[in-house]
């Protein structure tokens, strides 16, 4: 309801805004250190702060851990719960694969498995990718499928790869093979609803016949599925805000989030300087930028302090480029927290900037999760980042007489 | 749901409830002044924030900017989404206009035009009011419309009226014929959806006629339409919140609010001083005043930074009088921002204090944009003010066992 208020209300403008995500921001303290954002020596982001409205944001709600899919959702303005995507169709798009409405995705993995089926190596020790590439050719020249239907495999890097199955009537609530763990079989794909178990049906023969046709194979013996999801087209960016969007992101999945509210997606960069240098380039073309650092949450991920501070100050020293671009919006945030001290996603929220000449000042002095936690903004839904966003840019009309 | 949650807990009592709104109160820093709240000079109001729970309000969302109608439903407790009045029915309910479910209202100009239809003022002038009320009596006796359908135009101040027709079957979105522009010609009113088609030629015929009567008076030889709605009456105040109310206000549009709630209305008084001298006056025959301040917001428009500190430091000075009278809550607020920065209502969220007994007091020391961000209430919707009213004048029963 407030989504659809907010898309009655956008209107076309000339100004420019810059959306850096640097992902898995917030932390938690760790080893008497405070956390990776107090502990990191970063001037730049320190003084924008202080030029800002700062705040925290909520991903999905209080307590919720995000995955990188919603809590992206979220702050593209799409309500991360009503539009729950399912990882297949992100990694689909993350690949660039051009889904359709009448298509299924799912993530794959290929992996070991012993003689009596049980998995013994959910990755099937990383095989190079030209194996990948081989395997999934082979499989799709042997795979037998009802008339109607079409599958795809692409292969990714090492060894995953997503599968796409077409066709009328097909559905995704369909549970995971992929058990996430070793030791046990894989699982068996079960429709989660009526409607899906024709398309459940499908994804059981298609994991039989695999298995055959990678029998003699080693390491990559087996594949794993995970994330069966129907591709459901969103309203684009440019339809509900009026922004021609750059996406500048490396890792697919984020690269897949972008495209399905349809930004522009820039190929990926070899680090963070490059991705900047394009920032940089493409600035004038767009009226929007999203600019993605997934370095700060592999870090966290890895349990690695010291690493996602060092991210973290190298991000810093890229800050002043940014802002001598002169955009009309400036917003710095994340997607979620990824706490060191946690090795994971986590439900707190985000530290949180915007820098415009009609952002409120308020009296935070520094870019921390405390010192967000008492800016004017307060702690606020992510899903609301657009909204914000687009009145700075003056790009909303009046909401009644 | 959550406000007939709220209904369904009012009771009755006798605690007297001040409801003080500074029109367009919030501001934005302004040539190193700080914002008008921090400029001006408001000892009472400081004192009073010192006393009270403060916050931040949002009126109708995050980044949303609202019209007059919106924030104040939603200071009256009403969903501003949910309950999106028209500007005519407003302006009808404002001119005191006694509407009737079967009505459909609009604001109209009277304009000059050229002998090619093209708009040279939207105002014709200002002419003097009793011009107007002559030429919308030589309307209504030449006007002819369709059986069953009746026509009023009922003149305001100056160049302006309310057009209100009645009728079986009337809607009333259909688009504005005033194009809010000089050097074109006025638009055709058009049909919004399937069911104001009829309606929409309607209106149509009665422009054409206007053009008619009026083509050879100088200079008001024309009308402009705008803000067509049709009447959807709310629930009172007295039967939802069990709350006799007043309301002080002396602009038709703050009035028609009032009235589209069913409070009473207070004649128009001819200054600040005459209008909180009614407050004292009437203030043992009501459960709830409502008392409206308009310069703030008109100065705002003006973008005379000044004077938006003087009507401030104005207001203030009756603060000790009000608080005197002792009522068991006092809430001081406005219904949106208007930044002199900005000449127009914002988005940014609203100074909020509430006086009462049973109001925790924070440690907000002054009455300003970002002393109440730091307040106890935190940022809060505007729609949720008439419950923290009520917990505050012990006017709500407890929820579930």
Tied chains: 1, 2.
Excluded at 173 to 184: A, K, L
Excluded at 236 to 257: D, H, T
Excluded at 283 to 293: E, K
Aim: aromatic share 6%; with cysteine; net charge negative.
């Amino acid at each position: 309801m407030k989504g659809k208020i907010l898309d009655s209300l956008t209107i076309e403008g000339d100004s420019k805004i810059i959306l850096l995500v640097i992902d898995g921001l917030g932390g938690l303290e760790m080893d008497g250190r405070g956390t990776e954002l107090e502990a990191a020596h970063i001037p730049n982001l320190d003084d924008l702060a202080r030029e800002s409205s700062c705040g925290l944001i909520e991903p999905v709600g209080k307590g919720i851990t995000p995955g990188s899919g919603p809590s992206h959702l979220a702050l593209f303005g799409y309500d991360p719960v009503e539009n729950n995507i399912g990882r297949g169709v992100l990694s689909a798009l993350g690949v660039g694969f051009k889904l359709t409405e009448r298509d299924v995705a799912a993530r794959a993995n290929f992996a070991t498995v012993d003689r009596e089926g049980i998995i013994l190596d959910r990755r099937a020790g990383r095989i190079p990718t030209d194996e990948n590439i081989r395997l999934c050719k082979k499989i799709l020249n042997r795979l037998r499928l009802p008339e109607g239907i079409e599958v795809f495999l692409e292969p990714e890097k090492e060894h995953r790869a997503v599968l796409v199955l077409r066709g009328d009537y097909l559905f995704g609530d369909i549970s995971d093979t992929d058990p996430q763990r070793t030791g046990v079989k894989p699982l068996d794909p079960l429709p989660l609803n009526r409607e899906s178990e024709k398309t459940a049906q499908i994804v059981r023969s298609v994991v039989d016949q695999i298995k055959e046709i990678l029998k003699d194979e080693d390491p990559a013996n087996m594949m794993l599925f995970r994330g069966f999801a129907k591709y459901r087209p969103l309203p684009s960016f440019m339809e509900r805000f009026k922004l021609k969007a750059l996406a500048i992101a490396n890792y697919p999945m984020y690269q897949g989030v972008a495209r399905l509210v349809g930004m522009d997606v820039h190929p990926p960069q070899r680090d963070m300087a490059a991705q900047f240098q394009v920032l940089k380039e493409r600035f004038s073309d767009y009226d929007f930028i999203y600019l993605h650092i997934k370095e700060t949450d592999s870090s966290g991920e890895d349990g690695d302090f010291d690493r996602k501070v060092r991210v973290l100050e190298d991000v810093d020293r890229f800050i002043p480029e940014v802002v001598s671009l002169g955009p009309d919006v400036l917003v710095v945030t994340g997607d979620h927290s990824t706490p060191a001290r946690l090795k994971s996603h986590s439900w707190h929220p985000v530290p949180f900037l915007i820098r415009s000449p009609y952002a409120r000042k308020d009296r935070v002095r520094g870019f921390t999760e405390l010192e967000c936690a008492g800016g004017i903004l307060g702690t606020f839904p992510a899903v609301d980042v657009m909204a914000l966003i687009l009145a700075n840019a003056k790009r909303l009309t009046k909401f009644g007489a």
